[in-house]
């Protein structure tokens, strides 16, 4: 090491570049020759010096693979520093070299047998880490010996080897009896052992979710909180983690593990403490609400969860992360404990956004004062996103705790007076959901807004100002002059003010009919004649329609009452949050999405539900546990935050269906618009060389699981009917149909759910508008090595065009992008190449529009709306698409 | 689990790379370099998705530590065990600079090598780790076959934190009450929120493998043993207790054993730990009240007044006070007048800073200020609140150790042969009242 350090320092000396040391900047000819000479040399000192510059040099991404015979030679040595070296070495370069690598397999076997329990493990250690097919042969035998090891750290490497071996070859893991073996371990006499067992074992469990692996009973459960109180701190969490997925046989059982994991919650490590939390909440659900232990349990759960607010503040985030899932799981737990989520000055700002959900999570009758004044300091603080997010705070406040609301309306017209510009503009689009809410009670506010009008320039305040004067035309005075203002600029508008604007002067007509008919006929040519958008052209051909054969009836339909939004904003869907909970502590709970959203492979696409909700019907001695109750009252409605809503939409169809095939764990695939195209072209996604799958959708549309189906119309919140109408088939349907097709006249009574649609869809943020399918995954990243296509077919000035976006999230550029359409029911093949001219560097994303001729090779499909496309790109890699 | 660890330097350039999983590619390495560390905007959040890879990262100084996976792994023990890395490797060697870790770089591959192992976190106790990772690597051979069975029953079994055959010629211990007290107060002197954040932290030099007791005026423990006794014993020794809000321990705690009898017992670790964490809210003694009162005079000036009083034994010294006066981004000169210590206004903190070397219990003092402003300003100046910081010898949640006895059975020295020293600071915290 002092020679390293010398290095360093002639480095300086000679003023050379400081970065690394000479060995890393340098790229001497000789290099390489130079350390095998040095490698080969008799002196132990000056062979371990050249081992170290060879991982050095490794470290940096050096490729030394070419001194592979003259490391492995070093490996016979009773030094045990350079012996863990050269492993370091064999682990990273043996797949490369698997020829070579089994020279070193003699020294490993010899050293599986050696009298010192910190070689043998070491061996056995490292020998699991060469992923190389012709060691893992010769690994079998002294694993099995290791296994029976006499020393509990040999026995408790061993362990963690056969979950590597398994990794590798899961196959001769199983021939081997090693499960067999591992299972024993759990009884072992030595903690450490019994954690690394179980951790194994879970592992292995989880790539066969129905192999009854952890074959967990009273016994098993016993020993392993037994183990609890023992083992280091990461044992606890290992096990922990494990019991999670028990369940227990009835609420005795499981009021008595409770028992036992309560003590955890007092331990120095987050990690423990969150774990426990989990298997806590899990099994809450299995106690009856009237027992005591219930209610002491749900008082001992809180100040730990408060304790980790004063941790580092990584694991702050993490904790509020989880906390903000239990508390809209069990309120109850954090009601009182308001004050501590309250953002202090220094906070880290992830810490101080997650703090602001959680704040007007328990914001209630008693406490929303507090809530509110301390939301008032922080929408004057500095960042942007804070601000932003602390004005819109104040909103939600207002619509969820109902005696606040004039309160917090007051505050956001303060707020408006400051004239900072985002703190005015996020003001008046929470203003326009309050109006939502309680209407017809704060119009006098209206004053106050108008005269900010001129301030506004981002798209949502701009809709949501002009959806609040259209609403209320009548009384405002000026409010031809106000839209007519907006009007001048029409096309350079986005699509949601467009939109909003259409509506909000068919409103103002229907309101005041004598001076806005020229204003009115203005709006309607500017939004079917002049404008290439569908979405848009379609509405103003239906208002125009309405407005010309029935007047009468075009008052019923746009200025129907409209259902009051939800109280609730911005909840986790149920069944989601569910899972989540099952996930505390994990990335899961951290991104609130399931794993299959973020994990590859066969891992994670288990769903993991509560115990209490899905068994429920068979607990007849106890009909009133938790979750039942839990369950049964209403769902309450929710909205999901704009961003996440196509998110939302996409992990809401991973729960397991009840029949078929569990969903793979693509992410995308099952979204509603998908039937345009039909489940065909899943099939097209994987690699070309597979065989293709059965198509996986069990029709999502009728999927009982999903909430969208049979609302209740008074709950939906306006995006989503958006969405749910945007992707639906049946609007959706072939290409946006032509405005000649639409119903001649809409009869009296259509019901108000479709003017409200019109109404607010682009006032909340559905930028492609009801009748343009919005953009839906057709080919997941990690299908396609890391190329995401999402796309949609659209009308654009009568030419059928396919929009797509091109996200490249692999870690490489790709470029050369080319597609081809195989023959199809329609006809459809392009009518110029894709024009895509620069390469797509990673996690870029690009849109292409390509547009389609109706006549290519016709071929019936099946189903009639399957599409397959080839979509090969040059980053060496070929997908279907 | 943990795929990948790599440690990177300010610059990006990476010190450190170990892999775990094979689903981790040298790739890794470099799309954390460039999402993350030479991204342009402030990090957002401690854990970063990049193409379905995880990537969880800590600061130290100037270094980057980051963890990855693709699994759904235990998020919070993943942190858990960056902070413990850091750990184990200030206790090797010291500070966690860049020339220290590539100083050091054998050294944190064995260690990697140690308390990883596919990605599961062993044993990471630096006392039982420093047995046999040494930096000599040659004189690990010459252990006694007794010596390897020793140190691997100690580093898996029920007590590795401890080695055995620990001997002091003189036995002695310190304890060390640390608190950091929070408040949040209004300007009109309501407190909107307080807390005190305390730690136990423990020096022990003891022979063998003692049994420790530790005992504090906890109001549950005291009522328990009040309730055998009068009422009255009861209610007078209710006023010196404190309600604990929570307490975590170190692992050497028998936590099931303080779960059902509250009581605190363990065999410690040799030399420095930090035995346990508490969280008090009721009946905090705050050290100082600050009174501020702001006036403008106009568009152009301002005045401020602010008082502190100390409240508490005038016997006792706090010592360090700092005042932190936030002034308008505007300020364009400023007069101040105080009557103890040294006031300075630094214009490059926006702020006047007010300090105090000593200052006894029970006194007042206080800073005039006259603020000129610059008119041109629109914006409305936010007024952060008024901070503070200060150090006073006593526990500000009230706490008081009652006991620590030492039982070693096996060896010659019983609990009176200790000497014990138990030392109390309180600290600020974040003491900040609005103005």
């Not at chain 1, 403490?273 to 008082?299: H, I, N, Q, R």
């Not at chain 1, 290439?532 to 010309?548: A, E, K, M, T, V």
Request: a neutral charge; glycine letters at 6%; charged letters at 25%.
């Amino acid at each position: 090491m002092q020679e390293w350090a010398n290095q360093l320092c002639e480095n300086r000396q000679f003023g050379s570049k400081m970065t690394d040391s000479k060995y890393f900047t340098t790229t001497k000819k000789g290099e390489i020759f130079e350390l095998k000479a040095e490698l080969n040399s008799d002196k132990k000192e000056k062979k371990k010096e050249a081992v170290k510059k060879v991982i050095a040099s490794m470290t940096v991404g050096k490729d030394v693979s070419a001194l592979f015979p003259d490391v492995v030679n070093c490996m016979q040595t009773d030094n045990l520093e350079l012996k863990k070296l050269v492993y370091l070495y064999l682990m990273n370069y043996a797949k490369s070299q698997p020829d070579m690598a089994i020279m070193a397999v003699n020294t490993f076997v010899k050293d599986c047998e050696d009298p010192n329990p910190l070689i043998r493990a070491l061996a056995v250690r490292t020998m699991g880490c060469i992923r190389v097919d012709k060691i893992t042969e010769y690994l079998c035998e002294p694993l099995r010996k290791c296994l029976k090891d006499e020393d509990p750290y040999v026995r408790k490497t061993a362990a963690v080897c056969v979950a590597k071996l398994h990794d590798i070859n899961a196959q001769l893991v199983e021939d081997q009896g090693f499960l067999d073996t591992l299972k024993d371990l759990i009884s072992d006499s030595n903690p450490m052992v019994v954690a690394n067992a179980v951790a194994a074992l879970s592992e292995i469990a989880e790539s066969h979710p129905n192999s009854n692996l952890l074959d967990l009973n009273p016994q098993t459960i016993n020993k392993l909180l037994t183990a609890l109180n023992e083992c280091t701190e990461w044992g606890q969490i290992f096990i922990l983690d494990c019991l999670a997925n028990y369940t227990p046989r009835d609420d005795r059982e499981s009021q008595s593990i409770c028992e036992r994991v309560t003590p955890r919650l007092s331990h120095a490590n987050s990690a423990v403490v969150l774990s426990a939390v989990k298997v806590l909440m899990k099994f809450m659900e299995m106690l009856p609400k009237d027992l005591d232990y219930y209610g002491t349990l749900l008082k001992k759960l809180a100040p730990p969860l408060v304790t980790l607010l004063s941790a580092e503040p990584e694991l702050q985030y993490v904790a509020l992360r989880n906390i903000n899932l239990i508390v809209q799981r069990r309120p109850e737990i954090l009601k009182h404990e308001m004050k501590v989520f309250f953002v202090k000055y220094n906070d880290p700002i992830y810490v101080k956004l997650e703090k602001l959900d959680i704040m007007i999570r328990l914001a209630s009758q008693a406490n929303i004062a507090q809530v509110l004044a301390e939301l008032k300091e922080y929408a004057t603080e500095v960042d942007v996103d804070f601000v932003r997010k602390a004005v819109r705070a104040i909103g939600r406040c207002a619509i969820k705790v109902e005696q606040s609301a004039e309160r917090c309306v007051s505050t956001l017209l303060d707020l408006i007076q400051t004239k900072v510009n985002y703190v005015v503009q996020e003001a008046i689009v929470v203003i326009k959901d309050i109006f939502r809410k309680y209407p017809n009670k704060y119009e006098s506010v209206i004053a106050t807004l108008c005269e900010n009008l001129d301030s506004l320039d981002e798209p949502e305040a701009r809709a949501a100002m002009i959806w609040i004067v259209g609403e209320y035309a009548e009384r405002i005075d000026n409010a031809d002059e106000l839209l007519e203002s907006f009007l001048e600029g029409f096309h350079d508008e986005s699509t949601q003010v467009q939109l909003q604007l259409l509506t909000a002067i068919v409103k103002l007509f229907l309101k005041k009919p004598t001076e806005t008919q020229e204003l009115v006929q203005q709006v309607l040519s500017l939004a079917t004649q002049d404008s290439d958008n569908p979405d848009l052209r379609d509405r103003g051909y239906i208002y125009w329609r309405l407005l010309s054969t029935d007047p009468v009836a075009a008052k019923e339909v746009v200025l129907a009452e409209k259902p009051l939004i939800s109280e609730e904003t911005d909840l986790i869907e149920p069944t989601l949050l569910e899972e989540l909970i099952c996930h505390i502590g994990t990335l899961a709970s951290v991104y609130h999405k399931p794993p299959s959203a973020f994990v590859e492979g066969s891992r994670g696409v288990q769903h993991k539900r509560l115990a209490g909700s899905s068994g429920s019907g068979e607990s007849v001695e106890s009909p009133d546990t938790g979750s039942a109750a839990g369950v049964s009252e209403a769902p309450p409605a929710v909205i999901p935050s704009q961003g996440d809503l196509l998110g939302d939409l996409l992990n809401l169809d991973l729960t397991p269906t009840t029949t078929g095939p569990p969903p793979p764990a693509s992410t995308g695939m099952q979204m509603g618009a998908m039937d345009l195209l039909g489940g065909g072209l899943d099939s097209l996604m994987g690699d070309e060389s597979e065989p293709p799958p059965i198509p996986l959708r069990t029709d999502t549309p009728q999927s009982p699981q999903l909430p969208h189906q049979s609302p209740s119309p008074p709950d939906y919140s306006p995006t989503e009917l958006g969405g749910d109408l945007g992707g639906s088939p049946a609007m959706g349907a072939p290409f946006g149909a032509p405005p000649a097709t639409m119903p001649a006249s809409f009869n009296a009574p259509v019901s108000g759910g479709l003017d409200d649609l019109f109404d607010l869809a682009g006032g909340v943020g559905m930028p492609m508008g009801a009748y343009n399918p919005p953009k839906t995954l057709w080919l997941p990243a990690m299908k396609a090595k890391g190329l995401e296509i999402s796309g949609t077919f659209v009308r654009r000035a009568g030419v059928i065009q396919m929009e797509m976006t091109l996200n490249n999230k692999a870690m490489s550029v790709m470029s050369d992008f080319a597609i081809q359409f195989n023959r199809n029911s329609f006809g459809l093949a392009p009518a110029g190449p894709l024009q895509i001219l620069t390469p797509l560097s990673p996690n870029q994303s690009i849109e292409a529009a390509l547009p389609l001729s109706t006549v290519g090779p016709v071929m019936k499909m099946e189903p009639l709306n399957n599409l397959q496309l080839t979509f090969p790109s040059v980053t060496n890699e070929k997908t279907a698409g | 689990m943990i795929g990948g660890l790599f440690i990177y330097n300010h610059k990006g350039e990476v010190l450190i790379s170990r892999v775990y999983r094979d689903d981790i590619g040298r790739n890794a390495v470099d799309a954390f370099r460039v999402n993350v560390i030479h991204a342009r905007q402030q990090v957002r959040s401690p854990v970063t998705n990049i193409a379905r890879t995880s990537f969880f990262h800590v600061k130290r100084s100037n270094i980057w530590l980051a963890a990855v996976t693709k699994q759904n792994v235990n998020a919070t023990m993943v942190f858990e065990f960056l902070y413990k890395m850091c750990d184990v490797m200030s206790a090797y060697f010291g500070k966690i600079s860049e020339e220290n870790v590539k100083n050091n770089f054998v050294l944190i591959y064995e260690l990697l090598d140690e308390i990883l192992d596919f990605g599961y976190p062993q044993n990471s106790e630096t006392g039982a780790l420093k047995t046999f990772i040494t930096q000599q690597g040659i004189k690990s051979q010459h252990h006694s076959k007794e010596e390897q069975s020793q140190i691997t029953s100690q580093v898996t079994g029920q007590i590795g934190w401890r080695r055995e055959g620990i001997k002091y010629r003189r036995n002695e211990l310190f304890l060390d009450v640390l608190e950091s007290v929070n408040l949040l107060m209004s300007p009109q002197g309501q407190v909107l929120s307080a807390h005190v954040s305390g730690r136990v932290v423990m020096k022990s030099y003891l022979s063998g493998m003692p049994e420790c007791k530790f005992g504090m005026n906890d109001k549950i423990v005291i009522d328990k043993q009040g309730k055998g006794g009068s009422s009255e014993d009861g209610a007078k020794s209710g006023k010196q207790s404190i309600a604990i809000d929570d307490c975590t321990f170190h692992q050497c705690v028998r936590l099931s054993k303080f779960d059902s009898e509250r009581s605190i017992s363990f065999i410690p670790p040799d030399g420095d730990y930090e035995l346990m964490r508490y969280r008090t809210t009721k009946d905090i003694i705050l050290p100082f009240r600050v009174i501020p009162l702001v006036r403008e005079v106009g568009r152009t000036k301002l005045e401020v007044k602010v008082v502190i009083k100390s409240n508490f034994k005038s016997s006792l010294l706090a010592q360090k006070i700092e005042v932190r006066i936030p002034t308008p981004l505007n300020t364009s000169g400023v007069q101040l007048i105080c009557m103890k210590g040294k006031a300075k206004y630094k214009a490059s903190e926006n702020a006047i800073v007010w300090k105090v070397k000593r200052m006894a219990g029970m006194k007042e003092s206080q800073i005039s200020a006259e603020i000129e402003l610059l008119p041109n300003d629109k914006k409305k100046w936010a007024r952060p609140p008024i901070s503070m910081n200060f150090e006073v010898p006593f526990a500000p949640s009230g706490l008081k150790v009652r006991y620590l006895k030492v039982f070693e059975p096996k060896l010659n020295y019983s609990d009176h042969d200790v000497i014990k020293w138990v030392r109390y600071i309180g600290r600020s915290g974040i003491y900040e009242t609005r103005c």
